[in-house]
């Protein structure tokens, strides 16, 4: 069963920085495309980044590049997101998302077949 949890959310102030977490537990993340997306009230879900299985980066939108740095440590079966910078307009839920093992890293991130909880992020002006 593949499990995914998140961390590492919080309230910050304008300017600041946070590094989620996404701990993974059923797959082998050196065979799995995984990603971030983010969900904030009354707008639209933000695709933000992948990696997939032949460590291939995409950023999904120019204004996070830069500020979102995407990493994971195989060895640890995790995924990290850190936000730079971080602005109010970056408050939202988060959510890590992950294929199955050799699955189609194109779609559309909300359609990957396994999701954690989400982690609240709140910034502050």
């Known amino acids: 069963q593949v499990q995914l949890v998140e961390s590492g959310g919080g309230s910050v102030q304008a300017g600041g920085s946070l590094r989620l977490s996404c701990a993974a537990s059923?797959?082998?993340?050196?065979?799995?495309?995984m990603g971030w997306f983010r969900q904030a009230p009354g707008k639209e879900r933000e695709d933000i980044t992948t990696i997939s299985q032949y460590a291939i980066e995409t950023v999904y939108s120019d204004s996070m590049k830069g500020r979102f740095t995407l990493s994971r440590d195989n060895a640890k079966n995790t995924l990290y997101l850190e936000i730079d910078i971080l602005e109010p307009e970056d408050t939202a839920i988060y959510y890590c998302v992950a294929t199955d093992e050799w699955g189609d890293c194109t779609r559309p991130l909300f359609e990957f077949p396994h999701r954690g909880q989400g982690t609240q992020v709140t910034v502050s002006s």
């Open positions: 059923g797959l082998n993340t050196r065979r799995t495309c």
